[in-house]
């Protein structure tokens, strides 16, 4: 594949695997010992991809789970937020601005804190009680944290007794880095064609439903917006019918990610709709390319790390394309903000 390092990929999302048994016991004991609630912290993408794990415990758990702005709760506070919260806090630098100072309240407010990182010597690397290390790289990250926070999730409804086979997922999910290969090279034959689409327009707007919408807006912001300067207008696919389905006309771009869970019915009514008004409708799912051997199940629930994985292709020719590296920045950690 074209400028992919198939042995480091592996090694990265293996790694992110092999923090299941670490994960299942810090958030049983957490959940044992007495804890109330849990908080997914994370600041700018790296938060967007904790809300499959969140949508999944809203919809399945009783436990009360939240996801909020560090940079909002610093100046806030929560009433919820107690010594008896559960706090997961991904950074894949581990220097994030706005977290380290989150990580500093949530030391005075006494709650457990487990950091997500890819770099162990950092103020969050440091910080977290405990702190779990995997290593990885913008290229890399995406799939490494979808995979980490399922597994909290999965944890959390084992600890509640809210699942009957969370052995049998974790099991599988140690196949789910191969998985992520063969996806890999199943796009790949189109992933140019759809970089060409993604080069053609400075705007696209971009849609999804269900545990995909995450990863929607994250390639639209994290990956258009700020890596390749190119302007977009994410929406989710049950807000499109209220507002933004008034900017569909000939010629507007719009990109719609679909996944394998129960939502999906509200991507296929955006592509009855669309299809009428734009002729630049592009669909991108998942079916098409993860491989058959993941169970239903488990297709679902990876759906946003497959998504993820296939525009990391897409990305790859685009950055060539464009001769604009997903490395160069303006601004972001450039100048002071």
């Not at 994410?234 to 807000?239: F, G, L, Q, T, Y």
Request: with cysteine; net charge negative; glycine share 6%.
């Amino acid at each position: 594949m074209f400028n992919f390092d198939e042995a480091r990929f592996l090694k990265i999302q293996e790694g992110a695997v092999n923090l299941a048994p670490r994960i299942d016991q810090e958030i049983g004991a957490a959940i044992a010992a007495g804890a109330s609630n849990l908080f997914f912290l994370g600041t700018g993408g790296v938060a967007y991809l904790t809300e499959p794990a969140l949508q999944l415990l809203h919809r399945r758990s009783g436990f009360p789970v939240y996801k909020d702005y560090p940079a909002e709760l610093v100046l806030t506070g929560s009433a919820n937020l107690t010594a008896k919260s559960i706090v997961v806090m991904p950074s894949l630098s581990g220097t994030t601005k706005e977290s380290v100072a989150m990580l500093a309240m949530l030391k005075e407010v006494g709650a457990k804190v487990i950091t997500l990182v890819g770099h162990a010597d950092t103020p969050l690397g440091q910080g977290g009680t405990p702190a779990l290390v995997n290593f990885a790289e913008d290229d890399t990250s995406s799939e490494s944290f979808y995979i980490q926070s399922l597994l909290v999730a999965l944890s959390v409804l084992k600890a509640r007794g809210e699942i009957d086979n969370y052995d049998a997922l974790v099991a599988e999910l140690a196949t789910a880095p191969a998985a992520l290969v063969a996806a890999k090279t199943a796009f790949e034959p189109k992933a140019e064609e759809f970089a060409r689409i993604i080069a053609g327009s400075d705007y696209h707007m971009f849609t999804g439903a269900g545990n995909i919408w995450p990863e929607a807006l994250y390639y639209a912001t994290c990956i258009l917006e700020e890596m390749q300067w190119i302007r977009t207008r994410p929406v989710h696919a049950s807000d499109f019918f209220h507002g933004p389905l008034e900017l569909i006309e000939p010629g507007v771009s719009l990109v719609l990610f679909r996944g394998e869970d129960a939502c999906d019915p509200l991507a296929e009514r955006v592509v009855q709709f669309a299809r009428q008004y734009t002729d630049k409708l592009t669909v991108i799912s998942t079916a098409d390319y993860c491989p058959k051997s993941l169970s239903p199940e488990l297709r679902a629930l990876l759906s946003p790390a497959i998504m993820a994985t296939l525009m990391e292709r897409l990305s790859a020719h685009l950055e060539v394309m464009r001769d604009h590296p997903l490395v160069t920045r303006r601004y972001y950690k450039r100048v002071a903000y």
